[in-house]
């Protein structure tokens, strides 16, 4: 009996043994399993998962925050019913033909895909260098001008004058590009700075940046603009001399002192000149400030036609201000009031002498005759 105790007992912890190695076999095996299919690791991986994650937001959130910045206002996106009455705001301003700018395209290219390759330029537009600049000349109409396109959805302009070609050269062309608004596929940027014509070395400059850019220049009888010009700063400096003191260098000989920049000004034929060192004629369109006072659709049909433009500017755009003496806009869509230009424009002139006016006149006969036969147009000043 003791012995065969002895053997149960032995047997039965023998076959503990085992159960105690198949259940341990089976743990192990258990554990490769689970490692093999990625279990064992599954702590890490999720916290390196969260940490992907957290770092997609922060991508995600900064594509966001980038796009919100290019986000421009919805009257960028003229609809078809209000093409015609669309008045781009003070900020808002153009040919978009990108290949007029070969060696300035590839930048904007960058700037347009840089965020993950999401192709801003065709969603948001891109700020490309103007394809026309509106040149000159001061108190020739170019405000008028300027606000008379931006009725067009194609065009976009910068409200200020950005005088970069004359006083800000020295910060760079990139400078300058970022000045300019968002233009999308086929709408034309513009600006105006009328200093640029009488600049000497504005033309070299604007052709460094694209010889092939379509220069406009608003011109007025150079001695009504010149009398304008002297009404300007009188208003600013009530103490200003007379206009006769000084336009004339003394009034014994009565010699005009060209040296006064309301009379260099309107010496059209030598500022052209410097012009046509850098650009062919077929660059230039010489808007006449009476016409586009007498006929305002008339000379923008003009402009429009020279920028390659549908002719959207017409007739239904305009009234004349019989208290401003010049046209204006009629009220847009949503507006309670119309169009006009502000109290610094339409001024009344001071009166001066007609001997005066008249040694003007002869002066600038010349210069107008030879301006006439450069420019291909007669404006009848004489």
Request: glycine share 6%; net charge positive.
């Amino acid at each position: 009996m003791g012995c065969s105790g002895g053997r149960v007992r032995f047997n039965f912890g023998k076959a503990l043994s085992k159960v105690s190695v198949f259940f341990t076999m089976v743990l192990i095996f258990t554990y490769f399993f689970y490692c093999l299919t990625g279990f064992c690791d599954s702590a890490p991986r999720a916290l390196h998962s969260q940490h992907a994650l957290d770092k997609d937001y922060v991508i995600l959130d900064d594509h966001r925050r980038i796009l919100d910045d290019m986000r421009p206002s919805p009257r960028l996106f003229p609809d078809a019913h209000s093409h015609q009455n669309s008045t781009a705001s003070a900020d808002a301003e153009q040919v978009g033909a990108q290949d007029q700018l070969p060696h300035h395209t590839s930048d904007s290219a960058k700037e347009s895909t840089q965020n993950n390759g999401i192709p801003v330029s065709n969603t948001f537009g891109s700020k490309r260098f103007p394809q026309a600049i509106i040149i000159g000349v001061k108190k020739g109409g170019t405000r008028a001008l300027l606000e008379f396109l931006r009725i067009h959805p194609d065009v976009r302009a910068v409200g200020a004058e950005p005088h970069f070609f004359d006083r800000f050269y020295d910060k760079g062309l990139e400078w300058y590009r970022n000045l300019m608004p968002r233009t999308l596929e086929g709408q034309i940027t513009m600006e105006k700075t009328p200093s640029y014509f009488v600049t000497k070395e504005a033309p070299r400059r604007v052709c460094t940046m694209n010889c092939q850019t379509k220069l406009i220049v608003v011109v007025r009888d150079p001695v009504t603009r010149a009398v304008s010009d002297y009404t300007q700063t009188l208003s600013k400096n009530p103490g200003l001399p007379s206009f006769q003191n000084l336009a004339l260098k003394n009034s014994s000989t009565d010699l005009i002192d060209t040296t006064w920049s309301a009379v260099r000004i309107g010496l059209y034929a030598k500022h052209l000149e410097n012009w046509l060192k850098h650009f062919p004629l077929s660059h230039f369109l010489f808007v006449s400030g009476e016409r586009l006072v007498s006929d305002p659709a008339g000379e923008m049909g003009r402009v429009q036609d020279f920028l390659g433009l549908k002719r959207v500017v017409s007739d239904k755009h305009f009234y004349f201000n019989q208290t401003k003496g010049f046209p204006c806009l009629k009220k847009p869509e949503g507006s309670s009031r119309p169009r006009c230009l502000g109290k610094s424009k339409g001024r009344p002139h001071p009166q001066i002498s007609s001997e005066v006016l008249q040694r003007l006149r002869d002066f600038y006969r010349p210069f107008n005759h030879r301006f006439y036969q450069m420019s291909g147009q007669d404006f009848g000043w004489d």
